[in-house]
């Protein structure tokens, strides 16, 4: 898609106006071990399901819905409630309000946004990977940074959709019930692109992040895509990330990287907000045609 100067229409306002594989969680650097996908608050940190499958390998989606396929009224309105009131928080976070900061008027954001978002076709906000919304503090909170952002963008963004395999059927009644989409779909995070697409991943394992770059290597599409995510594209040089993570090390040469969590108001002594968005970064991929074909071979 060819690129645009349509501006995204941000308010002028300083704030707002009111299937089944395993997904593991990557650790690095001052990052603390993820909750983990459990259903009780007392349960033991667990892994995300993850693709177990080679990322280069052809995998057709698999049909997914919860595997509880219990929606309690009561359940859904105390889950509707704690997501309100985290959003609520996180509004008022010194976090937040930096990230409005950045969003707005840091260039950088915003011409990528523009390069991958020429209107009218709005961005679709994807989110992969959040965790148990019912369970834990920090995916409400990730969950609640993307509604904020959808919201922040009007009419530049669509939907928001969601979807991990832990999800209860309540957490995907309540979800629904806040105006976004719960994929039907596990596609292993092997999305091709076919429009303009933010994908926010928080916190996910390398191999996921590898499968979504793996199923658009090489295609057209792929300027029309950004990331939200963990700090992924650092320098894991062993062989073990080689292994897991190919297209993500090469992707290194086709991606801008700006840092969310840096500088932000992030306060390691708040865990929840600190474990939901610490080493968070944009990623904008805009290969160029001959080198992405040179990278492939």
Same mark, same amino acid.
């Given at each position: 898609?060819?690129?645009?100067?349509?501006?995204?229409?941000?308010?002028?306002?300083?704030?707002?106006?009111?299937?089944?594989?395993?997904?593991?969680?990557?650790?690095?650097?001052?990052?603390?071990?993820?909750?983990?996908?459990?259903?009780?608050?007392?349960?033991?940190?667990?892994?995300?399901?993850?693709?177990?499958?080679?990322?280069?390998?052809?995998?057709?989606?698999?049909?997914?819905?919860?595997?509880?396929?219990?929606?309690?009224?009561?359940?859904?309105?105390?889950?509707?409630?704690?997501?309100?009131?985290?959003?609520?928080?996180?509004?008022?976070?010194?976090?937040?309000?930096?990230?409005?900061?950045?969003?707005?008027?840091?260039?950088?954001?915003?011409?990528?946004?523009?390069?991958?978002?020429?209107?009218?076709?709005?961005?679709?906000?994807?989110?992969?990977?959040?965790?148990?919304?019912?369970?834990?503090?920090?995916?409400?909170?990730?969950?609640?940074?993307?509604?904020?952002?959808?919201?922040?963008?009007?009419?530049?963004?669509?939907?928001?959709?969601?979807?991990?395999?832990?999800?209860?059927?309540?957490?995907?009644? *309540?979800? +629904? %019930? /806040? #105006?976004? !989409?719960?994929?039907?779909?596990?596609?292993?995070?092997? =999305?091709? @692109?076919? &429009?303009?697409?933010?994908?926010?991943?928080?916190?996910?394992?390398?191999?996921?992040?590898?499968?979504?770059?793996?199923?658009?290597?090489?295609?057209?599409?792929?300027?029309?895509?950004?990331?939200? *995510?963990? +700090? %992924? /594209? #650092?320098? !894991?040089?062993?062989?073990?990330?080689?292994?897991?993570? =190919?297209? @993500?090390? &090469?992707?290194?040469?086709?991606?801008?990287?700006?840092?969310?969590?840096?500088?932000?108001?992030?306060?390691?002594?708040?865990?929840?907000?600190?474990?939901?968005?610490?080493?968070?970064?944009?990623?904008?991929?805009?290969?160029?045609?001959?080198?992405?074909?040179?990278?492939?071979?």
């Amino acid at each position: 898609m060819a690129e645009s100067t349509a501006a995204i229409p941000f308010p002028d306002t300083e704030t707002n106006p009111s299937a089944a594989g395993s997904w593991t969680v990557v650790s690095s650097r001052r990052r603390r071990r993820r909750r983990g996908g459990g259903r009780g608050e007392d349960a033991d940190d667990s892994s995300h399901p993850s693709p177990s499958e080679a990322p280069n390998e052809a995998l057709a989606p698999l049909p997914w819905s919860p595997a509880d396929g219990d929606e309690e009224p009561m359940r859904i309105s105390k889950l509707l409630g704690k997501l309100r009131s985290t959003m609520a928080r996180l509004e008022a976070s010194t976090f937040y309000r930096r990230f409005l900061s950045q969003l707005r008027d840091e260039p950088k954001v915003r011409d990528n946004l523009l390069k991958i978002s020429p209107l009218p076709e709005p961005i679709l906000i994807v989110l992969y990977g959040v965790g148990s919304i019912e369970s834990y503090e920090p995916p409400r909170l990730q969950f609640s940074l993307a509604l904020l952002l959808r919201r922040e963008m009007r009419s530049s963004a669509d939907a928001v959709e969601v979807f991990d395999p832990v999800l209860s059927a309540v957490e995907c009644a *309540a979800v +629904e %019930a /806040l #105006g976004c !989409r719960v994929a039907r779909l596990d596609d292993r995070g092997r =999305r091709r @692109v076919d &429009r303009p697409t933010l994908f926010y991943m928080p916190h996910c394992e390398a191999a996921l992040y590898d499968n979504l770059l793996a199923a658009n290597w090489g295609h057209p599409s792929f300027r029309e895509y950004g990331r939200f *995510a963990e +700090e %992924a /594209l #650092g320098g !894991r040089g062993s062989v073990h990330a080689a292994e897991k993570a =190919r297209y @993500v090390l &090469r992707a290194r040469d086709f991606v801008e990287e700006i840092s969310v969590a840096a500088n932000l108001g992030l306060d390691e002594g708040n865990d929840s907000m600190f474990r939901a968005f610490n080493e968070t970064s944009w990623h904008f991929f805009y290969p160029d045609r001959s080198e992405w074909q040179k990278s492939e071979t």
